[in-house]
């Protein structure tokens, strides 16, 4: 996952230890970043059955296609090391407190994703960013503390619809024992 | 070194390259807060002190002593202070204001970041004649020795001694030793090697309570 926070908050340890998890998120990542990651030596020695990606909304330099064939190229990377593993790409959440272009774009890049994901194979596609933006159009600093990264309350939100994916994927693959989430 | 020439002294307030205008979200957030809440202690500074809110910690030590913490990730000492001298004292009279900013001034000297400490401790003394600074030290980072860690060495150094001279501010060093004796800082204290993990928080925050409670008694009628 993307963001580096999420495994000191309580949720982790209750929802995503117990599946086995390593997080390898660094804040302020791009998807160049993590491509560069993945492919230089944290895929090598892991097999895990699911691997969430969260990535997308630091990548400043870049327009809405550009970000989704980063997440893709990181998917299809992903795919070719790890081809028995499932792939979670998560939406790009909106943010900052009142409507602005970042918003828009994070949007596009879900939109590009939601058509261009399902071709390359078993990767879902989940947007939790739904929820988050309220009717007069603001984002809450009870969810996200600085309009960017998430509380713990708001991660508990989250999580639990992950989660609950996450235990569907594991009924619907064959038993092993090893088994991991990354 | 006069204030103009010092970038870590020059009130700045955060430019918004990314698009989304969250700084001056913030800020906005902070000075409106300000208004109607009434507490005993402020907290400011940069990202160890905003996240510090987030975690089970705040809740514990803190919010008891009526604190609100006005801390922005990112900020070095020229956004702090620019802050302060726009709304975010204006309607709000703590007995402590908890000042920790520093290690974000990338670039400058451990002289600037001092001064720029001392330009916000000015501020804080003007608009808050009775209060209390309490200024924290700038804890080590980076998983192996590196310049920076010298660098907020440095400043801490220097602050301590301006302290020293000032009835209304005092110093308090933040690093419960978490450099190894082979130089290193653990990913279990600082997971990124410059934020603190909750058990890290944990340490560091039990003296820093304690140290405040003692500030507001001595402020007590």
Partial sequence: ?????????????????????????????????????????????????????????NNHEHTADQVAGGILAIAQLVMTHLPKSKIIVLGLLPRGEFPNPLREKNAAVNNLLRASLPRLGPVQFIDMGGSFVHSDGTISSRDMFDFLHLTASAYRTISTTLHEMLLQMWEETPQERRASLV | MSEDSNPAATPTPCQDIQGDGRWMSLHNRFVSDSKGKEPDVLFVGDSLVQLLHEFEVWRKLFSPLHALNFGVGGDATQHVLWRLMNGELDHISPKVVVLWVGTNNHGHTPEQICRGIMAIINVVHQKLPHAHTLVLGLLPRGKSPNPLRERNASVNALVQVEAVSLSHISFLDMDPGFIHSDGSIAHQDMYDYLHLTPQAYQRVCQPLHERIKSLLDKHAP
């Fill in chain 1, 1 to 57: 996952m993307k963001s580096s926070y999420l495994c000191w908050f309580q949720v982790w340890r209750e929802l995503f230890s117990p599946l086995h998890a390593l997080n390898f998120g660094i804040g302020g990542d791009t998807t160049c970043n993590v491509l560069w990651r993945l492919q230089n030596g944290e895929l090598e020695n892991i097999r895990p059955r699911v691997v969430v990606l969260w990535v997308g909304t």
